[in-house]
């Protein structure tokens, strides 16, 4: 596609239910990244992958939270049994290769646990 | 990954002012970014730029990667330059973030 694209945009949820995020890399881009913005603070890193392949899942801040890629584009990033504590802005990007080109960032994914 | 500093936190400008940005990297970097994030959310790319100088209208950056740094310009300030910047730079494969700059622009 021609940018990042993430889907819902905005996702109102009760605590205790589990959603699921996705997002849509550009077509081509091996390296896809996920991030967690609290309101007003920075991005906070949470998964990295190359291909299908996650080697660092270190910024996942619970066993709640699980990510998956397939077919080298579309990932998913779940959490469960959803906390107040987890509303953010949950943001995707993707580049060509890991290390050495520019990332793109999709819109992000506004998640508000009620 | 890498620490990334940003300095300075806040800046407050009158329209038409010139500011620096600055950033810097605990350990040498083989990408480094600056974006602006609008107040929508969205986050926009600014520089791609490891190494070297470059400009895009009243923007420019500079990298200096041997002392891993980075600066941001930006010339003859407008309200529309209003949000945070961020600079990221990777590591490896991780790009981490610095806590960006706030920067307000005042009519």
């Known amino acids: 596609g021609a940018g990042v694209s993430q889907s819902p945009s905005n996702k109102v949820t009760e605590k205790g239910k589990d959603v699921e995020l996705r997002c849509d890399p550009i077509?081509?881009?091996?390296?896809l990244y996920w991030y967690r913005q609290r309101l007003g603070q920075g991005l906070e890193f949470l998964i990295y992958?190359?291909?299908?392949?996650?080697?660092?899942k270190s910024g996942l801040p619970s066993d709640r939270f699980s990510a998956e890629r397939t077919g080298e584009s579309v990932s998913t990033l779940t959490i469960q049994r959803t906390q107040q504590e987890d509303s953010a802005v949950y943001l995707c990007?993707?580049?060509?290769?890991?290390?050495?080109?520019?990332?793109?960032f999709g819109q992000g994914t506004r998640l508000t646990v009620v | 990954g890498i620490q990334v500093e940003q300095s300075p936190p806040d800046l407050i400008l009158q329209e038409g002012a010139n500011s620096t940005l600055r950033c810097n990297f605990s350990d040498s970097v083989n990408n480094l970014q600056w974006f602006h994030q609008n107040p929508w959310g969205q986050l926009i790319n600014l520089f791609y730029i490891p190494s070297g100088t470059k400009q895009n209208g009243r923007l420019s950056a500079t990298t200096v990667a041997t002392e891993r740094y980075s600066l941001l310009y930006i010339s003859s300030s407008q309200t529309t330059d209003s949000g945070v910047y961020f600079c990221a730079g990777i590591n490896d494969y991780k790009l981490s973030f610095g806590a960006g700059t706030t920067v307000t622009v005042r009519a």
């Open positions: 990007a993707s580049s060509y290769a890991s290390g050495n080109t520019e990332a793109f």
């Open positions: 077509s081509g881009h091996t390296a």
């Open positions: 992958f190359q291909g299908n392949s996650a080697p660092d």
